[in-house]
Every structure is written in structure tokens, then in C-alpha cells.
């Protein structure tokens, strides 16, 4: 227990100090790492004075890096910080780099600039011209290349329009589509129920044909009707099996109906009524 209230006291004690760091700095603490400069911006064409601005430490060493590449230090400086015409005499491409007295390996930054040329004499010295000629060598190159920049963001935003368009075009497509595809499905199904609707109607009608079929088939082909019957039944083994054809009176069962009338009244009976005679039997 000791131990962990102890190492709460140190997380504590530590985070107040930060704080108060922060507080008294009035920067965030990631800019102490980091800083970031304000003035002047990347790449840009200033004039003199040069108002030199940075967010971060309040106190930082500078450097000014000419375009022969060697430094030239300008001491520790508080933001904001002023350059004047004695530290850039010449016009020219600049870069400045601030860094941290301790650890500066690690906390630095920095920014590059350019200070316009001032307007040509009509007689330029000739030690001045090639420095003139290199450094609006330098400034073309620089507009050169804000210009491409400028062109590459206006193709960039005109394809980006184009795409924006045919994206509405194909969004309007599919929402065609989609209602092609349900007004097809609808058909489709309305289609499947008239489909249903008539196989039922066919078998319906098929039924009612059968049963008429049954009916003629019934009524024209058959002529003569009979049943199996025992003529004694009560002897054992019972007498042969005779058929039947007519009544007691001898009238011929010419319907099924009027020989079903006499099976069922005839104890003798060993049958259901079947077709006996047919118009072609009885022309044969």
C-alpha cells in the first residue's frame, strides 16, 4: 500500500507540474517539442523588416542559412523577432531554422523563404549581375512552380467535377433500374397468378370433361349388364357361378342403374354389376 500511494503522489505531483508549465508558458506542452513557425510562411516572397513569429518555447536559438549553404547564427531570440536589412543584405533564397539550447537534435524547425530583388539600375554593377541573374533564376523557378501547382489543383477540381457529374448520371441510372426491376417483378408475379389461376381453370374443366367422357363412354357402349351369382348357395362347396343378365320377369339389364336395382335384392349375389355387351361385341 505504501508503494502505490507513493506512486500516486509522483503521477500526481507530476501532472500538476505540467500543468503549471503550461500555464506559465501559455503554449501547449506538444509545442515545447515541436514548434511550429508562424512568420513567415513557407515559401513566401517577403520584404524587410521580417517579422520572425513562432509557436513553441518562448526562447529559441536561430540560424540563417543563405543560398551558399552556410549558416550564420543569430543567438537566442524571443517570439516575436525582427530581421532587418543587416541580417539579409542581399535578395535571395533564405532558410531559417530555430531549435531548443538543449536537445535541439530533437526540437527544432524550420522555414524557407525568399526577399525580392530590389529594382534593377540601369548600369548593374557586373560583381552584382550574376548574383541578379541567379536569383531571378530562382524566383522564375519558384513561380514556376506555384504556377504548376495552380494548374494541377484546377485539373484536379475539374476532374473532380466530372466525376461528381457522372456519379449523379449513374445514380439516376440505377434509380431507373430499380424501378424497371420492380414494375418486371410485379408483371412477373401478376403473370404467375393468371398462370395459377388458368391451370386451375384447365384442371376444372378437364374433371368436368372426364366425367362427361364417363358418362357417354357409359351410356353408348354398353348395352348389356350382369352380375356373378351362386344359383344355390347353401350347398357346400357352393354351385359354380352363374352370371346374371335379367330380372325374374327376363327383361335384360340394359343400365347399370337396373341391374344394381335387382344385385341388391338378390341373396345370391357374388358381384358388383359390370358391362357385358358392347355394340361392337355384338356386331363381332
Not at 337396373?258 to 335384392?265: D, K, N
Amino acid at each position: 500500500m505504501p508503494t502505490v500511494r507513493r506512486t500516486l503522489e509522483i503521477v500526481a505531483v507530476t501532472i500538476a507540474a505540467l500543468l503549471l508549465i503550461e500555464l506559465y508558458l501559455d503554449t501547449p506542452l506538444y509545442r515545447l517539442l515541436q514548434p511550429a513557425i508562424l512568420s513567415p510562411g513557407e515559401g513566401a516572397l517577403v520584404s524587410l523588416p521580417l517579422v520572425v513569429q513562432w509557436d513553441g518555447p518562448p526562447r529559441l536559438a536561430l540560424s540563417l542559412h543563405g543560398d551558399d549553404g552556410s549558416p550564420r547564427d543569430l543567438g537566442m531570440q524571443r517570439s516575436p523577432f525582427e530581421l532587418t536589412a543587416a541580417d539579409l543584405p542581399e535578395p535571395g533564397i533564405y532558410r531559417l531554422k530555430v531549435r531548443a539550447p538543449f536537445f535541439g537534435a530533437l526540437i527544432q524547425s524550420e522555414r524557407r523563404f525568399a526577399i525580392a530583388a530590389a529594382a534593377p539600375t540601369p548600369s548593374p554593377s557586373p560583381v552584382a549581375e550574376p548574383r541578379l541573374t541567379k536569383l531571378n533564376a530562382s524566383l522564375n523557378a519558384l513561380k514556376a512552380e506555384h504556377e504548376q501547382s495552380e494548374a494541377e489543383n484546377l485539373a484536379l477540381n475539374e476532374e473532380l467535377a466530372a466525376l461528381r457529374q457522372e456519379n449523379n448520371v449513374l445514380m439516376q441510372e440505377l434509380d431507373r433500374l430499380g424501378k424497371e426491376s420492380e414494375e418486371v417483378a410485379s408483371r412477373a408475379a401478376a403473370q404467375r397468378e393468371r398462370q395459377a389461376q388458368l391451370a386451375q381453370e384447365n384442371q376444372t374443366l378437364n374433371d368436368q370433361v372426364n366425367v362427361l367422357q364417363y358418362r357417354l363412354s357409359a351410356a353408348l357402349t354398353c348395352t348389356v349388364w350382369g352380375y356373378y351369382s351362386y344359383p344355390h348357395p347353401q350347398t357346400f362347396p357352393p354351385t359354380r357361378r352363374s352370371v346374371t343378365v335379367s330380372d325374374g320377369q327376363g327383361t335384360v339389364f340394359r343400365t347399370e342403374l337396373g341391374c344394381e336395382s335387382v344385385r341388391r335384392t338378390d341373396p345370391t349375389v357374388a358381384s358388383r354389376c359390370f358391362c357385358l355387351g358392347t355394340p361392337l361385341a355384338m356386331g363381332n
